[in-house]
């Protein structure tokens, strides 16, 4: 392209106003802030448009005598970089998205440099800004406007590599992590590289080393690395903040800043002392994302039930019962404590061997157990029994006045938490051997009502085991499994064992309260509000108490949005001071060595983003609606791939590469250095992407809709689960 030269003004970086990011770009303005402040940046200058630069020099002497005074008379070589306003900001980096000429000779090859990164600007597909960011800066304009050029001198490196003052991948601000390569750092940067990756201590001990060096043959030895950590820290300094840096070290060993940018995409850290949680055992009974009404009627008496059931058998400490609850929502999906619950094994197996304390609160509480394991029977007929009583004198809803309708919700929150507790213990102190389960009196029902053809609907209403087969809910309509893959006969819900019998009442108050909320709502519908069963859903009980209480309905109500639909919690996790899960390993799944497979998963080099779910997707072709990329390297040019993306999977490359940086910054979980990835993973087969451990597991695909609520129905019925 044909630049004009008139309209270029020249900034040289040793002035005060190249540390304008608004005049020279964020990337030269970072480089003039940390050579003033005295650390080892390269001369060079920047090229901006003159507009806002009128009082500088500009024009082609002023752009030549620039260039000479770098080339020197022997013509050293270049290096011309972008140096946009909108790039290595705070909130994006926009990394490896515009132009980089390297080893640019003469003038002649200086002038096309230069065209080719200002039009770098007009062409680049720049995805749209991460959801929950504003990339804008203020007054608008897209990411190619103001775009300088940064000019300086190459540099001939030896090793080169990224350095990020904090570890990304990790969380950890107590950590640096750096990448090295020999040579410069832009093989590494673009992905085709893996290099040597070192994590140190900001005192300069080094952690860890993947893959492992031979000692006497290590890219960056103590003395590169202490020198790494010193420049690390006193950039930091210097900015305020941990940065990702560029790095090199010449010919004479000499260490140079290339780059330094804020680390946008902090992976994140468990809170210190955070619970394990984890779906554990809840899931099937709530598999969807719960609104906060839903939640307050059926969560809060589940884990209200089970600290009862736990407190009675002794499993914990009252201590721990007070303060931490057995169920929880994240995110509107339920997750279970599940170290409260024994679903995993203790984290300290040989101090709880040796302390007295459980051992002396199991035989305190042994006298409750043994007398409840002989009660506890006759006590849940009883508890069944109360409930059959009362669900059977409750009128029909429309009958009822509001009070009453309250009154009933009420109730049902109540006996909810008990017929928790006694089904927790039923499962612990019972024994039901191969016993019938409620699910599967319920699938032998369904089967055999359809082959009389009798519709869905009337076999519902005729028989209310069926709602077992249903999850509870005020909003989403029931749809009984399209399969039963069930032979057995019905017997009738009274040869029910008493733990189904409890789990049965369960699901029968559960549905009573729909029906109530549900008429509730239909009495305040009106033309201006016709979603009423919606917003109620929002609410949480106490002010759907109060408003069944004569409380006025609120403006504020009507301005709350749904729980929108969250992806599946990790089977493990703790959660962050944001409060967002934390995937954590507790078995032998996970942190193997890159490339390697463990049990049907293949692992990688985790480059953070957290954990997702897709169809896998090679880049070409029609793109599923939550597709897992699988690729053999990390082209910064699929950048506008990335918003949406269920996983990001590559061959090669390296954590720290331009397009990892991005994939962190818009959550989506990548996984790289995975040999055969494109082959071991052919598209659309549905994968599981985990970039905190770099595990990515390949999932079979369902053979039909509707086969997933059958499998959930089948296995509550096979499996004993509390």
Known sequence: MGICLERLAVIPLDTEEARDPALAGAKAACLARAAAAGLP??????????????????????????????????????????????????????????????????????????????????????????????????????????????VQPMLRATVGGVMFGADPLAGREDRILVSAVRGGPEQLLAGTVQGVRYQVTRHGRLVATEPREPRRDRLLGHGRISRLVRLARNVERVFGEPQDMEFGFDTDDALW???????????????????????????ETFPGVLQPLEEDLWVAPMSHGLTLALDNTGTAPRRILRTVPPVTTVDGRVAADLRLLGAVPSAHPVLDFINPLPGARRASAAWRVGRL????????????????????????????????????????????????????????LVGHGNEATAVGEALAVLAEGRARGIPDATLLARHPVLLCLLPPSLNRPARLPRRTGWTGAPRGVE?????????????????????????????????????VLRRLSMLRWPELAGLMGGAPWTAEFDEREPRPDAPPLPAAFRLSQEGRPVAEHTGGRGRGRAGSRDRGHDTGQGAGGGHGTGTAWHGHGSRPGHAVLVVRTLDPALAAELPDLGGLVAETGSVLSHLAVLAREY??????????????FPQGIELVVDGTSGTVEALSKEAEEGEEEEERAEARAEADLP
Do not use: C
């Not at 040869?495 to 108050?509: D, K, S, T």
């Open 41 to 150: 940046v390269l001369p060079g200058f920047a090229l901006v448009p003159e507009e806002p630069a009128a009082e500088l020099p500009h024009g082609p002497s002023a752009v030549r005598e620039a260039w000479r005074g770098l080339s020197g008379t022997e013509g050293h070589s270049l290096v011309v970089r972008s140096s946009s306003a909108y790039e290595d900001t705070a909130d994006s980096s926009m990394a490896g998205l515009f132009a980089s000429e390297l080893d640019v000779r003469g003038w002649d090859d200086f002038m096309s440099a230069v065209g080719k990164v200002l039009d770098s600007s007009r062409r680049s597909r720049a995805p749209a800004p991460a959801p929950g960011r504003d990339d804008q800066p203020v007054g608008g304009g897209d990411p190619s406007g103001g775009m300088a050029v940064l």
């Open 667 to 680: 959550k989506v979980p990548t996984v790289v250095g995975l040999p055969d990835a494109v082959e071991r």
């Open 495 to 531: 040869a029910l064992p008493v733990r189904e019998g409890l789990r049965l009442r369960i699901r029968w108050v559960q549905e009573m309260q729909v029906s109530l909320v549900r008429e509730y709502a239909a009495r305040l519908q009106t033309a201006d509000r016709p979603d």
């Open 373 to 428: 394991r002989s009660a506890l029977p006759l006590l849940a007929v009883d508890l069944m029994a109360e409930v059959d009583r009362e669900l059977t004198e409750i009128p029909p809803p429309q009958e009822m006045l509001s009070g009453l309708i309250l009154k009933a919700l009420t109730w049902g929150r109540n006996v909810l938490s008990s017929l928790h507790a006694q089904e927790s213990l039923a499962g612990s």
């Open 257 to 283: 800043l290339f780059q330094a940018r804020p680390i946008t995409a902090m992976a994140l850290r468990a809170s210190r002392g955070a619970r394990l949680l984890g779906p554990g055992p809840v899931a």
